[in-house]
């Protein structure tokens, strides 16, 4: 027969170090007719070689001319390994050179592909394509019957581990002659539970996980584990992902292995909203939006939404504009705003241009040159919003026409827009002209950058940066990237987010938004909000919306005094009327008195109400009136009088008064000298009388008291005897002389010294005066006897 060599090949689709099953014995020549041909396997004991295949290849032409499947499952003939073998018939196996075969899983895959007697490449088959390897034995014509090619040696666990040896009786199905087997050592090994997802509870940032205590294997000692990262079981877990590692080390080898786990903790609490109720008035459509801002009393900010699909429309200021003058990489100083800006969450009323291409909020904050910078970054410059960040240089010259930076604030309060403006500013060192503008937008906040032209290369940076450089927002392309422009409209607009346990929420969603006139009155308004675990939270409020009313004839305020002697004022002023385009309103009187009637002193409020389905607006002024009339004042005219008999007047009271609208009690009278005052005979004393009411009006009055010192004794006792009554009087008084004297005449003297009236008789004892035709106030009454002389006082009423 002719010689064979017999080649092997070891291949698999992974990289393996060992083989749990491989071709451990064969026999395929011998003298004389082939007998006892054979294939065997051996691996671990307890594998089921079900659906294993030989594949025999011809080496002629590399295409397969068998197939022969093995069946059952390995026994445990030596330390947990086992063999067994398929057997062909004579000359089932072919003598090559070369030939082979291939040993194929239950899967498919080739798991070794052996040759004898040289190499071949499968043609077909599951080895197409492969390569086989001589193992370096072989069998011929000369080889014994009953003999095969074998591994032998060990212990082993791997076809690597033995050699091949010929010429040795065969043992199909039994460990080999000289082979001897090694249990397969498993390493050591840590096995953690499987990472987990747990929600907190609502209303809690953290949850309480357990998890099992990891698993240790393998042929090693290891004295238990070691937890080196994370949270222990039952611990409390925050909000996020935790990651928990564990080591195990083999007392043996000293060799550590490790697993790790992950617990993720999901925010199970809804976002905080807390609503207010609001009031709206429709426009001149009847029509009104409201937004979550509106409705919502605890927004905070929530980052920034750019838009780039707006209208490019930047704004003419070259009149009116302020220059400002910056040299190559230079800051300005502290420019304002014109009105208060919030830039991410945070007030600013002054701002501050490079040369480089940005703005700025922060005082003492670099140029940034000489590129764009990348954002978010924490270096300076930060508090910023980048139009064309680069190396800018708008001091190389050629004003007016070209490197121009001048801003401008624009219109009226509560709209009014910051224009910030690089007009054909030079790339350093010269050309690439820059023409950009940056618009701040009053109450809104938002920023809006209109460039005409930005055609240079280079690393330009756009977007906006916060205080510290933690947050930005770049447009995209243009962060620290080659970019240009034309007629380009980018917008970054503030969002409003309420607070949550994940970081603030934008997600917010009110249930109606639009009012119009069906609207009219009070609607409860639903607003939720949705955090990104899907967690919700609501809150109602009540959104009254009024209509729109333009009243016309509403009075203003009116201001008024006082007639005289009376505590009121009759005042008159129109009816208003009222139209809206929700339909004609109903005007009712709601508060004050009607037109002509008297308003007493003080503050009245008159109010229009103008009624709409139910909803009023109001129409209202005031109507002040003060109290201008003086007190009046009981004043004497000038006095004559005469001493007592030590010589000396004693001073009475004239302080009596009255008001319109102030009571006797609460009118505040002074007199100067008091009541009471004694002076003496022959002197002229000026008495003052002031009277001061709630309103604070004063009256006066002076008048002078004449001690006459040529009246007698005899005048003081006539004083004394003469009494008159009623006084206060309204008509008739009655004059008593109860003296020795006999009177011979009587004058009535107002305060002014003018005597209305006068009587000569001789009374002896009573007679009468007619006061009915006077005026109300006060007089004096002079009686003149025959050597003696007074005057008595009366108050006429």
Same mark, same amino acid.
């Given at each position: ?122 043609? =077909?088959?599951?080895? @197409? !394509?492969? /390569?086989? %390897?001589?193992?370096?034995? +072989?069998?011929? &014509?000369?080889?014994?019957?009953? #003999? ?70 393998? =042929?090693?000692?290891? @004295? !238990?584990? /070691?937890? %080196?990262?994370?949270?222990? +079981?039952?611990? &409390?877990?925050?909000?996020?992902? #935790? ?555």
């Amino acid at each position: 027969m002719k010689k064979i060599t017999l080649l092997c090949m070891f291949l698999m689709t992974a990289v393996l170090s060992a083989q749990t099953v491989f071709v451990n014995e064969i026999h395929y020549d011998n003298s004389g007719t082939d007998s006892g041909e054979a294939i065997e396997i051996a691996g671990t004991a307890g594998t089921d070689v079900s659906g294993w295949s030989i594949v025999r290849y011809n080496g002629s032409n590399g295409n397969m001319y068998g197939m022969d499947n093995f069946v059952g499952t390995l026994p445990d003939q030596d330390n947990g390994f086992g063999t067994t073998s398929i057997s062909y018939p004579t000359n089932g196996l072919q003598n090559g050179a070369p030939d082979g075969f291939a040993l194929v899983n239950n899967t498919g895959v080739v798991v070794q592909f052996l040759s004898y007697e040289g190499t071949l490449t499968a043609n =077909d088959g599951p080895a @197409a !394509g492969m /390569t086989s %390897t001589d193992i370096g034995i +072989s069998e011929n &014509s000369g080889t014994a019957a009953g #003999t095969s090619l074998q591994l032998t040696g060990g212990p082993g666990s791997a076809s690597g581990d033995f050699t091949w040896v010929g010429g040795v009786a065969q043992s199909f199905g039994a460990v080999n002659a000289g082979q001897s087997f090694a249990a397969v050592m498993t390493p050591c090994a840590i096995s953690c539970p499987p990472s987990m997802t747990v929600t907190a509870m609502p209303g809690m940032t953290s949850a309480v996980v357990t998890y099992a205590d990891p698993t240790l294997s393998g =042929d090693c000692t290891m @004295a !238990g584990f /070691t937890q %080196t990262a994370g949270l222990a +079981s039952g611990a &409390s877990f925050p909000l996020g992902a #935790t990651t928990n590692t564990f080591e195990a080390v083999d007392e043996n080898t000293g060799a550590t292995v490790s697993c790790s786990f992950i617990v993720t903790v999901n925010d199970g609490t809804g976002p905080e909203v807390v609503c207010q109720d609001i009031t709206v008035t429709l426009d001149a459509n009847g029509e009104a939006s409201i937004g979550a801002s509106d409705i919502l009393s605890n927004t905070i900010f929530g980052g920034y939404e750019i838009d780039q699909t707006g209208t490019f429309a930047p704004i003419d200021i070259s009149s009116g504009a302020t220059n400002v003058s910056l040299g190559d990489d230079q800051v300005s100083g502290s420019l304002p705003i014109g009105f208060d800006f919030n830039f991410y969450g945070n007030d600013y009323s002054n701002f501050f241009i490079s040369s480089n291409g940005f703005i700025t909020f922060n005082a003492g904050t670099n140029s940034g040159c000489c590129s764009g910078q990348f954002i978010p970054n924490t270096n300076n410059p930060n508090n910023l919003i980048a139009f064309a960040w680069e190396d800018l240089d708008p001091g190389n010259g050629g004003q007016p026409a070209i490197n121009l930076v001048r801003y401008n604030t624009i219109g009226s309060a509560p709209n009014r827009i910051l224009v910030m403006e690089f007009f054909n500013v030079d790339h350093f060192p010269s050309g690439d002209a820059v023409t950009s503008q940056v618009h701040l937008f009053e109450g809104s906040n938002k920023i809006e950058i209109h460039t005409t032209a930005q055609p240079a290369g280079g690393s330009h940076t756009q977007g906006l940066e916060n205080a510290d450089g933690t947050e930005a927002i770049a447009t995209p392309g243009r962060n620290a990237q080659a970019w240009t422009v034309s007629n380009d409209y980018v917008s970054f607009t503030p969002q409003v987010a309420v607070p949550d346990n994940d970081g603030p929420t934008t997600d917010i969603v009110l249930d109606m938004t639009d009012f119009t006139c069906a609207d009219a009155g009070d609607n409860t308004v639903t607003v939720t909000a949705t955090d990104s675990n899907g967690n919700t939270s609501s809150c109602t409020a009540t959104v009254s919306v009024i209509p729109e009313v333009s009243f016309a004839n509403c009075a203003v305020d009116i201001f008024t005094g006082t007639g005289s002697g009376v505590c009121s004022a009759v005042i008159t002023f129109p009816t208003p009327t009222a139209t809206s385009v929700c339909g004609a309103p109903v005007i009712t009187q709601t508060a004050g008195p009607a037109s002509g009637s008297a308003f007493p002193v003080g503050t009245t409020l008159v109010e229009f109400t103008a009624d709409i389905n139910g909803v009023a607006t109001f129409c209202s002024f005031n109507v002040t009136v003060t109290d201008t009339d003086l007190p009046q004042l009981d004043c004497p005219g000038d006095l004559i009088v005469s001493a007592d008999d030590s010589g000396n007047y004693t001073i009475e009271d004239y302080t009596a008064a009255t008001d319109n609208c102030t009571s006797a009690s609460n009118i505040v009278t002074t007199q100067e000298p008091a009541a009471g005052t004694v002076v003496e005979e022959g002197s002229t004393t000026t008495v003052t009388v002031t009277a001061t009411d709630e309103a604070g009006n004063v009256a006066s009055c002076t008048f002078d008291i004449l001690v006459d010192s040529t009246l007698s004794v005899s005048d003081q006792e006539l004083s004394s005897s003469i009494a008159i009554y009623p006084n206060p009087t309204r008509d008739v008084i009655t004059v008593s002389n109860n003296s020795n004297a006999v009177v011979r005449s009587m004058s009535i003297v107002d305060v002014s010294g003018r005597v209305v009236f006068s009587k000569t008789a001789d009374i002896s004892t009573t007679t009468t005066l007619d006061f009915s035709n006077l005026a109300a106030g006060i007089y004096f009454v002079q009686i003149s006897a025959d050597n003696s002389q007074t005057v008595k006082r009366v108050v006429k009423q």
